[in-house]
């Protein structure tokens, strides 16, 4: 058995229970044929290289199993059969390419819902800081701006 990794794209506006679903249909049609499971990472909303099927943007998940080669074409069957599925590619790795498990699907699902929802207290924090840098900047550049001008016209008396 070699071991398999599989990015895929799901449709944008997926709610998560919904997205749950896909990806455990898409597990289990990997089990079904022998496969074994060992990392499913949903990596959230992102931004698209370009447009697929009219969508700017796409819900990414990673899924690395283990499985024969050769019941490859079934996931692929699968994956082309819905409509939630914008795009995916399955590769071969190596078995040290193999990620481990971070959290439950449930934990990542409701990080993306957060995360989707709203910005963070450090996302506007960050803001506000980068505003006041830029300001004192400003203000630094012009008080150097009046002093150089005060010596030149000392210079000149």
């Known amino acids: 058995m070699a071991y398999y990794e599989t990015m895929y794209i799901v449709h944008p506006a997926l709610e998560a229970g919904r997205l749950k679903d896909l990806i ?13 499971t060992h990392t499913i990472e949903a990596w959230g909303k992102k931004k698209l290289a370009y447009p697929i099927n009219k ?5 990414y998940v990673l899924f690395q199993f283990e499985s024969d ?3 490859n074409k ?29 959290s439950s699907l449930d934990n990542q ?7 989707e929802s709203k910005p ?3 996302t506007k924090e960050k ?6 840098t830029e300001e004192s900047s ?15 016209k000392k210079e000149e008396n």
């Open 24 to 36: 455990v249909s898409v597990e289990s049609t990997v089990k079904d044929f022998g496969g074994t």
């Open 55 to 59: 969508e700017k943007y796409g819900m």
């Open 69 to 71: 080669g050769t019941k």
């Open 74 to 102: 079934e996931l692929n069957t699968t994956l082309d059969h819905n409509t939630n599925v914008l795009a995916y590619l399955t590769t071969k790795i190596d078995k040290n390419q193999l990620l481990e498990e971070k």
């Open 109 to 115: 699902l409701g990080l993306l819902n957060k995360d």
């Open 120 to 122: 963070t207290e450090t």
């Open 127 to 132: 803001i506000s800081n980068d505003t006041s």
């Open 138 to 152: 400003k203000t630094t550049e012009s008080s150097e701006a009046e002093s150089n001008e005060i010596e030149e």
